[in-house]
């Protein structure tokens, strides 16, 4: 898998060439881009992004997804809901995070990547009440992703009315779209108190179009190997299931009087313990 393993950039450092640097030097194959430099990848103007393109693939990395906060809102702001990190963006409608998403269509294109992900609302006290409005809009996004041949990547985020994989599972399957498949980050199951495998990834099977990576105990994120993700089985269950897509490492671990960067190097050297196997430098 290593040959398909990256990581999210800022989960190294705000400073993209530090972050860059990091990659490359741990022999990794991609990035994931989210926030750079303190600000949100979907405000950044088409020269920027054309800087930040040349500063990827001159260590003979690539883009592979845009990490967006699409759909991190509310359905509707007269209700209470949940929320969550909009990493740098502020709260806004659902209508001008539809005018974002085709702002951030045209991002991934300029980086030549094929990724997307996005949310699917924050969370209501019923989500099931709320289905039809849900999969409405998520199947609006679909038919977006499907004119501009990018794919969308729902990911299960416990602030979010697909917090967990049974969630995100239904909404998928309903949708019903090639444009739309499941962002399966078994490390936020944990998070949120579901076991994330067995029972999390049975649910995903067979909808997943890409993985993060990152362990966790019920309301703390901990280094891969330290938590309740039995990372052995899952992988080895995602490699018996033919899964071809690729790895992020999404580290959300800062070590106690550490850095970013420290608690990213931690949680990879805890993924190559566990799968008895070294990154090529």
């Not at 303190?38 to 040349?54: K, T």
């Not at 996005?118 to 609006?140: A, G, H, V």
């Amino acid at each position: 898998m290593f040959n398909r393993l990256g990581v999210l950039t800022d989960e190294v450092s705000q400073n993209i060439t530090e972050a860059l640097d990091w990659a490359e030097n741990n022999g990794l194959k991609h990035v994931e881009i989210r926030m750079v430099n303190g600000r949100n990848i979907a405000d950044f103007s088409d020269q920027e992004l054309d800087e930040l393109l040349y500063e990827v693939e001159k260590r003979g990395l690539f883009v592979s997804a845009i990490a967006s906060p699409i759909f991190k809102c509310a359905l509707d702001p007269s209700r209470v809901v949940a929320s969550g990190d909009t990493f740098g963006q502020e709260e806004d409608s659902v209508e001008n995070h539809f005018s974002k998403l085709e702002r951030v269509i045209k991002i991934c294109q300029k980086l030549k990547a094929d990724k997307i992900r996005i949310f699917s609302f924050w969370r209501e006290e019923n989500p099931l009440t709320y289905e039809d409005e849900i999969i409405e809009y998520l199947t609006r996004a679909a038919r977006m992703a499907e004119e501009n041949k990018v794919l969308l990547l729902l990911e299960n985020e416990n602030s979010c009315n697909g917090g967990y994989a049974v969630e995100v599972a239904n909404f998928v399957r309903q949708v019903a779209s090639p444009n739309l498949k499941v962002l399966w980050d078994p490390g936020n199951e944990a998070y949120g108190g579901s076991p994330a495998f067995p029972k999390g990834y049975d649910q995903v099977r067979g909808l997943i179009g890409h993985v993060h990576l990152k362990d966790a105990f019920v309301g703390k994120c901990v280094p891969i190997g330290e938590g309740t993700v039995p990372f052995a089985d899952q992988l080895q269950a995602l490699r018996n299931d033919g899964y071809e897509g690729l790895f992020t490492i999404e580290t959300h671990y800062i070590p106690e009087g550490g850095t970013a960067k420290e608690g990213t190097q931690m949680t990879l050297d805890g993924l190559q313990k566990i799968l008895g196997v070294e990154v090529e430098k």
